[in-house]
Each structure stands twice: as C-alpha cells, then as structure tokens.
C-alpha cells in the first residue's frame, strides 16, 4: 500500500497563506511528476500544480502567480506554498504521484488535506 501523507491544510482568512505538504515513498517519488489537485464540495477534483522530476511546472490558470509547487528530492517531499488566498480556493486538496510504467499509467493519491479560506 503506498501512502502519501499530506499535511498543512487549515482555516485561515481571505489574503492570507498556508504550506502543504506531501511526502511520499522514495522509490515512487523518485520516478513520478508530483502534483496537487483540489475538489470543493459538489465539484469534480482539478488539477492545481504539477512538477516533474526535473523540476517543470504547470499551473491552474486560476491559481498562476499565486501558487507555487516545488519538491525536495532529498526529503522526497512535495510542497504547495498558497499565498492571497480566495475564498473559492477552499476544497480539499490532494497530493498525487503520477508514473508511466508502460503500457500503463500509474496514479497514487493521499487522503487529502483541507484548506478552507474565510472572506
């Protein structure tokens, strides 16, 4: 069972900033673009950030310049660091690890952490 285990979620005010994250097991950080997706309640989850093992990225437009993704091979840990956040950036956010091993794709999920932002 791999776990990724996702932490720093929480309640703070419209504006204000919150750190996630998510560590991951070695052996699949190592090989996977790392990313994290958001599902508010009664949406479908979406794509926030993704870094691949290079260290590219791609962003939400809805969060560009605000959001940045980074990782720390070393630590094997994903962070998300949220700044002037909106009250719509509340959902429940989940850390992947995503990998080709051909012919499939392989997709690991944490449980998710919650960000609600007040206005």
């Known amino acids: 069972q791999v776990q990724l285990v996702e932490s720093g979620g929480g309640l703070v005010q419209s504006g204000g900033s919150l750190n996630l994250s998510c560590v991951a097991p070695?052996?699949?950080?190592?090989?996977?673009?790392m990313g994290w997706y958001r599902q508010a309640p009664g949406k479908q989850r979406e794509l926030v950030a993704v870094?691949?093992?290079?260290?590219?990225?791609n962003y939400a437009d809805s969060v560009k310049g605000r959001f940045t993704i980074s990782r720390d091979n070393a630590k094997s840990t994903v962070y998300l660091q949220m700044n002037t956040l909106k009250p719509e950036d509340t959902a429940v956010y989940h850390c992947n690890a995503h990998f080709s091993a051909d012919p499939q794709n392989i997709n690991y999920w944490g449980q998710g952490t919650q960000v609600t932002v007040s206005s």
């Open positions: 070695r052996s699949i950080f190592s090989i996977s673009t």
């Open positions: 870094i691949t093992r290079g260290g590219s990225t």
